[in-house]
């Protein structure tokens, strides 16, 4: 069997089983299968295929069939231009939080800046921040142990073991620190609202990164009222919502002396960011 023909069978079998990305999702598990680009191998389509590597490749085609996200299988995710480790412990990382670090790092390039990241997951947001903010240090938070360690092996992957630590535990434990900068994606999607996922993320992702109780806010309180006392005067929380929650947020963040500096729009243009000043 050539990779042509491999890579169509992967193809038909991810369409019989529903994957939308199914043509593209086959080339990147054979890309992984290979050790190999995808550029490459498109590019060498008479190539023959091993009998160990279609093997391989059709135990990533079961996996990706029933519905785990092509970036636990591949074990690493995009983020901000740099390829992060992600696990089944730790949600994957989406294109509506790097506008959330874009807009951090127009406001605080070139300062020296302490950074809390509250359910830090892989790490990606507070790893990328700190490596576009040379003279900043900052610690994660995760109750997930396993997500800390992924963590962890993202700041040695990006050398930035220096600048940053990680801890296993929870929002209430942080204590006797002022940060300049807070920075969160708390769980935001309303309980009743967890059925509705697409089977990739209902089935596979961390339960406890998604769901944000009855009203979807449970976390987004508990961050918010936190960060007024561990933030600097002046300092900034920065945190994303989900779809429709800016004006109960508002309030909660007025409530909590916190004025809005700035909101920012995903892709849809809804509002998925907040960022607020403590007051």
Not at 39 to 53: A, G, Q
Not at 71 to 92: H, P, R
Not at 180 to 191: A, C, E, F, M, Q
Request: glycine share 4%; net charge positive; proline share 2%.
């Amino acid at each position: 069997m050539n990779t042509f023909e491999i890579i169509k069978e992967g193809s038909n079998l991810l369409k019989d089983n529903n994957i939308s990305s199914h043509i593209l999702d086959s080339e990147i598990l054979l890309s992984k299968t290979l050790k190999k680009s995808r550029e490459e191998i498109l590019i060498n389509l008479d190539k023959k295929i091993s009998e160990k590597d279609v093997l391989v490749f059709k135990s990533y085609l079961k996996r990706r069939s029933n519905n785990e996200p092509i970036a636990y299988i591949l074990e690493e995710k995009e983020f901000w231009s740099k390829q992060f480790i992600v696990s089944k412990d730790t949600l994957v990382p989406r294109p509506e939080t790097e506008l959330l670090v874009d807009q951090i790092l127009k406001i605080y390039k070139e300062k020296k800046i302490s950074i809390l990241d509250i359910g830090t997951g892989s790490g990606c947001i507070i790893l990328s921040l700190l490596n576009n903010l040379e003279h900043s240090s900052g610690i994660g938070i995760d109750i997930s142990r396993k997500a800390i360690l992924i963590a962890k092996k993202n700041a040695l992957k990006h050398k930035l073991i220096n600048k940053v630590k990680f801890f296993n535990k929870s929002l209430e434990d942080v204590v006797c620190k002022k940060f300049d900068l807070i920075v969160s994606n708390p769980p935001y999607i309303k309980r009743k609202d967890m059925k509705n996922l697409s089977d990739d993320i209902k089935k596979h992702e961390p339960r406890m990164a998604l769901d944000g109780g009855n009203d979807g806010l449970d976390l987004i309180k508990k961050v918010i009222y936190k960060s007024k006392y561990i933030l600097k005067t002046n300092g900034m929380l920065a945190m994303e919502i989900g779809n429709e929650q800016i004006k109960i947020v508002s309030k909660i963040l007025i409530d909590n002396n916190f004025r809005t500096k700035h909101v920012i729009k995903d892709y849809k243009n809804n509002i998925r960011c907040v960022l607020a000043n403590k007051i």
